[in-house]
């Protein structure tokens, strides 16, 4: 019974920021890091970024190096994408996932055991 919950999304400008926000809430659980994926139509869900459960190592795809921040909340199980110099190609539903106790790469779709139901990121002018 324990669910992602996005929000944050909606429309911006190129060049322009957003900040998606992430919580879990219902029963406890364990998970290795939080993470960012996104996926655009007629597209496959790609990952965007990940930190790790203590917050001392973060990851970024290559798309959105130097753009991009994922952060920890005070909060227990929420995460930040803080998202600048926005692109057209940024556009996409992006959905907040939990890593659990399997095996996987953070990159990978197949490591995260839970997720979000997304939010959707438009970047238009």
């Known amino acids: 019974q324990v669910h992602l919950v996005e929000s944050g999304g909606g429309l911006v400008q190129p060049g322009g920021s957003l900040t998606l926000s992430c919580a879990a809430s219902g029963d406890r659980f364990d998970y290795r890091g939080l993470g960012w994926f996104r996926q655009a139509p007629g597209k496959e869900r790609e990952f965007a970024a990940a930190?790790?459960?203590?917050?001392?190592?973060?990851y970024y795809a290559d798309s959105v190096k130097g753009r991009f921040t994922i952060s920890r909340g005070n909060a227990k199980n929420t995460v930040y994408l803080q998202m600048n110099s926005l692109k057209p190609e940024d556009m996409a539903v992006y959905y907040c996932a939990a890593q659990g106790s399997g095996g996987g790469a953070y990159y990978s779709v197949r490591a995260y055991d839970l997720w979000g139901q997304g939010t959707q990121v438009t970047v238009s002018s």
């Open positions: 930190i790790s459960w203590s917050g001392a190592s973060t």
